[in-house]
């Protein structure tokens, strides 16, 4: 039959693809990290229309290399400092490769029990890491938009006397607006989950955040107040550990007793930060999370882990079951005291992911983890550093990770300042072996260098902080000219 | 540093991998399909805790060999005739392995553009593979269950004059009940949709079908009527092309004319049968698709691409865009005319799905994919007429795809044949070689058969039935003894 692929042909492809793998591994600091590439340049090198005829796989592998390695932005680039550095690891893609291979659902227990069962040790590894209490349940999402929209799905089904999963938000008088507080800080997959839950934006309040870009308490427990007083019911609050922009701390422990005081359902976004809670030392700031309703931590992001991996913990299980429970009779088996994961989400399929992330905890072990995240604040802060004693640099928020935010400050006004630092940034980037990001730090262009890949060295660090103001230099030079 | 892993180790870890990962796919067929276990077994075998010190890549995978391997159920094995049965096919293993090695995320064209001109591009190929008009735009999501969210979450949106996006739907006079309409054949995942976007369960109408399971079009248009008359808000449709209990094919072409005509949202969930449109003697059936507002359809579960890949095609795709975009500024960018993915659905994370389709389509070709379609249908309907030739046995529905409903039609009153055909699942699941599952259909415990692995041939469809008919007769011995 055309396109049968000969098992021999197959195994020489696996083989073939290991050493591309570790090849790629190998060479990746090599590549510009951002391809210098027009938008359509990829697409115009791929037909218009599928093949009729099947290929033989060396052949898609001779295009792989050719047309989409190169092409990709490099995310498992050393020189890679922008967004939130990740690393997709070799035990990680190890792990891929093989839930591929098996290609289980792991919807019900008995649609693969080695599934069920490794995700929910997994993650219970994962909850003693971060010194979590032992009532917090986990289970793996794709994403933290994801795993933030079910926590808040599970606030709003806990509102006594709603039922909303049963009767819905719409033409209720019985029904006020259900608000979320979040700081002005907080990341826009809080804002898409209320969209999305059909909470509506107008019904986000975003609370103030203080000089350290940490939610300020008395604004939250004013707006909640302000809220109550008006006939709105609040339903949960937003407190994030590591912020996007910066990586501040909400005040967690003030704002869990708010939450306890009012009964209002805490959920914490810790979908960066939180890995850092496997080191004691740097605990402290996460100190009150154990009171939280949920936690988000996304493995995908400082643990080593390939996208996607995002792990939801949540203190009392049985409101993300109430709120998301639904068994069709052709999935109802009679196993008792199983656990379904479906059971916990809104998605039926569910990918083996637990797979990778048990292969990187195995391969580097809790303290192999502790070490790399230490190593990766070091080089932050070694780079904070450098950038606090140069004249004309200044750092933008405190380093509480491996995020810092800077600036140029060139002179000139603040619009002027923002502007060369923009300039700055693109030209960084278009030089190929360091790829920055930005953010708007109290409404100003902030320049953000971020390490969380496992072959950043100090080398790259120093060769950023070189380029930095290579480019500067550069910009001086042409604005004098 | 405890955990360092040399390149060399991780290249032959991966070598070894390829040879897992080809032994695997050689001898899969040599496993029971479902391991015989007890719940927590596995876990038992487990570490209470992470480990402090990293391990070897060698270890880890003999642990992976003896404790994850064995005891996964073994979707991919060519006795899985369970669910909907699928592929996790070589190419898209491939396409898997060197997706983790990458690790880019696709939520901007800037993070990674290959990853984003690919995904639209081979959503394209498929487009024109299932003869959709030029008008849809298909990206890609992780499973059915969000693709349907996210086009229900459109057709929300879409709505004039309510904004739910902004203002939601709680605490608004102006709001009335949003329903939806569905047979009462559709899948969970709708159901789950409706709970997750705050519509309601309550506001999902459950329209009755026909003898052949496809939705009664008067009877939609009766409840559409009557909820206009009550001063509800009709908001979508979700009809089935192929639905999960039978395969049945909902009459698309009058849905389509009935929501034309009254100016309502049409989602088509064809996860299942879409890929058989590929066919064009199978495309009959699908007539009257290309007015739906969106499909969805999941080419991993009839087009031999691991989990997860669900393409979701929508026709103005603006109204997705319009229920979803919000870009944070730290990911503003300046680039023109470029397509960022996130824009279109709730997830900010987005994993380079497109290659695996894109490798699984460049490997089997159209016409291969299409041979492999046919030839599960054959088998199906081989297998079929056995069934209809036997006195012992009844189909329970049409068959107009891979997919077998059926009944042990031993004597007693309909809860006593339940009862029995409950058992004989049972008994042959327990056997191991062939794994089935069931479906309440006409409110009868039913058996399915369905024909999804690129490894089942008609030897495997005729143990199938051998086995069927032995565990009958040891039921039937058993009885009489």
């Known amino acids: 039959m055309p396109g049968d692929i000969a098992d021999e042909e197959l195994r020489a492809a696996l083989h073939r693809a290991a050493e591309m793998i570790a090849d790629y591994l190998g060479k990746v600091g090599d ?47 050393p020189g890679f400092m922008a967004y939130f550095a990740i690393t997709g690891s070799g035990p990680g893609i190890l792990g891929e490769a093989l839930a591929a291979s098996l290609n289980v659902n792991a919807m019900l ?22 010194d979590l209490p032992a009532t917090f349940r986990g289970h793996i999402n794709d994403t933290a938009s994801m795993s933030t929209l079910l926590a808040l ?36 997959s809080c804002d898409k989950g209320a ?5 509506g934006l107008d019904n986000v309040r975003r609370i103030p955040s203080d000089e350290g870009f940490r939610m300020q308490t008395a604004a939250l427990a004013e ?78 992001k400082w643990m080593f882990t390939p996208v996607d991996c995002s792990v939801l913990l949540v203190r009392d299980v049985n409101h993300l079951r109430a709120a998301f429970s639904l068994v069709p009779d052709y999935l109802q088996s009679d196993e008792k005291e199983t656990v379904n994961l479906m059971d916990l989400g809104v998605q039926l399929g569910r990918r083996f992911r637990a797979l990778k992330l048990w292969m990187v905890i195995r391969a ?29 640099y200044e750092l933008a928020a405190p380093v509480p990770f491996s995020t810092v935010c800077f600036r140029w400050s060139v002179g000139g006004v603040p619009e002027e300042q923002d502007k060369m630092n923009k300039k700055l940034l693109t030209a960084i980037n278009a030089e190929g072996p360091i790829f920055l990001s930005h953010a708007m730090v109290a409404d100003r262009f902030t320049l953000r260098l971020t390490i969380g890949n496992l072959k950043t060295t100090s080398d790259h660090v120093e060769q950023a902080w070189r380029l930095i103001r290579a480019k500067a230099d550069g910009l001086v030079s042409v604005e004098r000219s």
Do not use: K
């Not at 290929?55 to 047309?67: H, K, P």
């Not at 809790?366 to 904070?384: N, S, T, Y």
């Open 31 to 77: 590549y510009p990290v951002f391809p210098g590439l027009e938008p359509g340049e990829v697409a115009a090198q791929l037909p218009d229309s599928a093949p009729e005829a099947g290929d033989c796989l060396d052949n898609i592998l001779d295009d792989y290399a050719r047309l989409i390695e190169p092409n990709v932005t490099h995310w498992n680039h």
């Open 364 to 392: 580097f072990g809790v303290e192999g983890l502790r070490q790399r995240i230490r190593q990766h604040c070091r080089m932050a802060a070694e780079f904070a550093s450098w950038i606090e004693r140069h004249e004309d």
């Open 195 to 199: 969209m999305t839950l059909g909470l």
């Open 223 to 300: 707006a909640i107040d302000r809220d109550r007083a008006a006939g709105q019911q609040p339903m949960a609050v937003i407190a994030t550990l590591g912020t996007t922009a910066t990586t501040s701390m909400d005040p967690v422990a003030e704002i869990a007793d708010l939450c306890e005081r009012q009964d209002i359902w805490l959920h914490v976004d810790a979908a960066y930060a939180g890995s850092a809670a496997i080191c004691p030392e740097l605990r402290p700031g996460f100190e009150g999370w154990q009171r939280a309703d949920s936690v988000v931590l996304n493995p995908h």
């Open 109 to 130: 227990w008995r649609t693969s029990p080695a599934a069920t069962e490794l995700e929910e040790r997994v993650c219970d590894w994962l909850r003693q890491m971060i």
């Open 153 to 188: 799905a599970a606030a709003r089904h806990r509102i006594p006397g709603l039922d909303v999963r049963q009767r819905g938000l719409a033409g209720r008088p019985d029904v006020p607006p259900l608000i979320v507080y979040q700081s002005d800080q907080a990341h826009s």
